[in-house]
């Protein structure tokens, strides 16, 4: 595995920082705070889409930039860097990227014109009541019935979202991708205050009708499993997101402590807190290091089961800490929520708990790891 850049994709990372920096400032966002937890800066969306990283993995038919997950990751992870509450992970890997693997040529057309302009939000239901990915949320009841019930706990973007990817389970067990517009009658929404801050909602849908083209037509099929596809995607990104998170916290902290005097010296001469920040930065490039390579292994069509969940295991724990560094460097300045390393805090644990937390990942890799044994 290369974990060099190439020069495309620092120039992807590097344009959509200095947008981020120019459109989600800390002033920016804590505007958009007092404004009520259902607003998001929709004007750097626009600029991001205006610059061609929103639609920089779709396809080039759509009007996309023709590249892969990993680009569109890059998006991800500078959206989590700047600590910014903007649909990149759910519009992009939840929302977008299904219907662009999936989906019929139609399909595509519908909706991801929309996406890489920035005038569509899309999202996906990934989880259930029961606060996991699997099974699948909704179900079509009864033989023949075209009609999606269930619901979908804690969707990103959920309460503004314009469409839904939802995984269906038909009679016969086969799990297929439908889009759901969230205007279609049975559809409700109850809007949530996530610590992220971000517009995320409980979807809720009774009896909706599915129209013929609301069924991915590349998801059906008894070989294809679509649903987990999303899920292993949404797991990897999650993962992205938090190195992003990581970097964020730390680079706010190396600024803090590079300039703070105490006792007539800067902070970062203090060796215990030279030594904190060492141990920072050192989980934060081990979170860096197995969130791409499972994301690697994803891009190239490679077995990705256990580095995923190595990754979101380290991801989980490893950023607790970096965070708690962060928090604790800063001292008392770090409990004021008009400075913004707090925001590093939340995210981190909202990206801690998206689709299943350290101890459950372990252990999905212990199990993986003894049955390998045993075979």
């Not at 991801?112 to 569509?120: I, K, Q, R, Y």
């Not at 987990?228 to 990581?246: E, I, K, S, Y």
């Not at 600024?255 to 989980?283: C, M, P």
């Amino acid at each position: 595995m290369d974990l060099t850049f190439s020069e495309e994709q620092r120039t992807i990372t590097e344009l959509a920082d200095r947008i981020l920096a120019d459109r989600c400032g800390p002033d920016v966002l804590r505007a958009q705070e007092r404004e009520g937890r259902h607003t998001w800066p929709r004007d750097a969306w626009q600029a991001l889409a205006e610059a061609g990283l929103v639609g920089i993995g779709l396809p080039e038919s759509v009007g996309g930039g023709g590249l892969g997950l990993c680009e569109a990751a890059l998006v991800v992870q500078a959206v989590a860097r700047a600590a910014a509450p903007l649909p990149a992970y759910a519009t992009l890997v939840l929302g977008a990227s299904p219907i662009a693997r999936f989906g019929s040529d139609e399909q595509r057309l519908r909706w991801l014109p929309g996406v890489v302009d920035g005038s569509t939000i899309l999202t996906g239901v990934l989880i259930g009541e029961d606060d996991r990915a699997d099974p699948p949320v909704c179900e079509l009841p009864g033989e023949g019935s075209r009609r999606v019930s269930g619901a979908g706990w804690y969707v990103p973007f959920g309460g503004v979202a314009d469409a839904f990817v939802v995984p269906v389970a038909l009679d016969d067990g086969d799990v297929v991708l439908a889009v759901v517009a969230a205007d279609e009658p049975g559809v409700s929404i109850e809007p949530l205050a996530p610590m992220s801050g971000e517009p995320s909602a409980i979807v809720r849908f009774d009896a909706v009708v599915l129209g013929d083209d609301s069924i991915l037509t590349g998801s059906v099929g008894a070989d294809i499993d679509a649903h987990g596809w999303l899920v292993d995607r949404a797991v990897a990104a999650t993962c992205v997101a938090q190195v992003g998170t990581c970097e964020g916290a730390l680079g706010l902290t190396a600024t803090y402590v590079a300039n703070r005097e105490q006792f007539g010296s800067k902070l970062a001469t203090f060796q215990a807190v030279a030594h904190r920040a060492a141990d920072a930065w050192i989980d934060t490039e081990l979170i860096r290091l197995t969130a791409w390579r499972a994301l690697w292994r994803l891009d190239t069509g490679a077995p990705a089961t256990d580095a995923l969940a190595v990754a979101k295991t380290f991801t989980a724990e490893a950023a607790q800490r970096v965070v708690a560094a962060a928090q604790h460097l800063h001292g008392g300045i770090g409990m004021d929520l008009d400075y913004p390393v707090h925001r590093y805090f939340r995210w981190a644990k909202e990206h801690e708990q998206r689709l299943g937390g350290g101890a459950e990942h372990l252990a999905a890799l212990g199990r993986s790891l003894a049955a390998a044994d045993s075979g």
